[in-house]
């Protein structure tokens, strides 16, 4: 599995969405790396893990993920979220903090959650995927834009870099789409035993502004973040703003990380 690093500093692990990789978060490695060291995480299938034969699933992944970049804050982004709750969950000794991008604990509306997509969207994406794979994904990424105040030039970059490490496997997208559908760790966010943010878009169409507040208010130690203008990709957006909040958070996680640590072993 792909991991690369950029800067010097203390640990923060980045995890990327459906059909993404990396390199998207960029943006975020130009305004952190002069404190901390940005490890850019490539799922199996996607980037430069295209090739990779290790299954896409948050259990099975998330010790190999803190075995590769122990002692940090992972922060995950829509999909990849799963891989660093699912590692801050398992892992807590090993785990600084954790910041949810854009990423919910259930991502389909339910009768106890309505702060979800309707439950037949990433169905429909996979059903659309083996009829037009190239125009499936460009429909994702505008709608990962949409309700941006600066909505077309974030989907610009997007596409822009979508692809510049080739295109994800179907059968990785298949199995992320699965994950989206299925997923629901809110019975699992009392036993959160790492400090969180969870950082939100007011104006996202994938997951709702109202999601994340409703998800700290279920883990102990959780604040969140509801970012006014923006989408699905905030750190497109607004990504000084996102910056600033994750530089906030690691330097309160790094501070008292160590006490942390040694009460939980």
């Not at 109202?210 to 989408?231: C, H, K, Q």
């Amino acid at each position: 599995m792909h991991i690369e690093s950029h800067g010097d500093g203390p640990s923060i692990a980045l995890v990327h969405g459906w059909a993404m990789h990396g390199g998207l978060f960029m943006p975020l490695v130009e305004r952190l790396r002069g404190h901390y060291t940005l490890h850019l995480v490539d799922l199996p299938g996607h980037g430069r893990s295209h090739d990779s034969d290790m299954p896409l699933d948050p259990a099975a992944l998330a010790p190999v993920l803190v075995d590769a970049v122990p002692d940090a804050v992972w922060l995950g982004w829509s999909l990849g979220g799963q891989f660093a709750l699912r590692a801050a969950l398992d892992q807590p000794a090993r785990v600084r903090g954790l910041v949810m991008l854009a990423s919910s604990p259930r991502f389909v509306v339910a009768d106890d959650w309505p702060h979800g997509v309707k439950p037949t969207l990433f169905r429909d994406f996979g059903d659309a995927l083996s009829r037009d794979f190239r125009g499936t994904l460009d429909g994702f990424l505008a709608l990962e834009a949409l309700g941006s105040a600066s909505a077309q030039t974030e989907l610009r970059d997007l596409r822009a870099r979508a692809f510049e490490r080739g295109e994800p496997a179907p059968a990785a997208l298949l199995r992320g789409l699965e994950l989206l559908d299925a997923f629901d760790a809110r019975n699992e966010l009392p036993q959160l035993r790492v400090p969180s943010l969870w950082i939100s878009g007011r104006r996202d169409r994938l997951v709702p502004a109202g999601a994340m507040p409703a998800a700290a208010e279920l883990a102990p130690d959780a604040t969140s973040l509801v970012i006014r203008d923006a989408s699905h990709v905030p750190f497109l957006g607004a990504a000084d703003e996102v910056a600033q909040a994750i530089d906030d958070f690691a330097t309160r996680a790094f501070a008292h990380g160590h006490d942390m640590t040694m009460q939980l072993r």
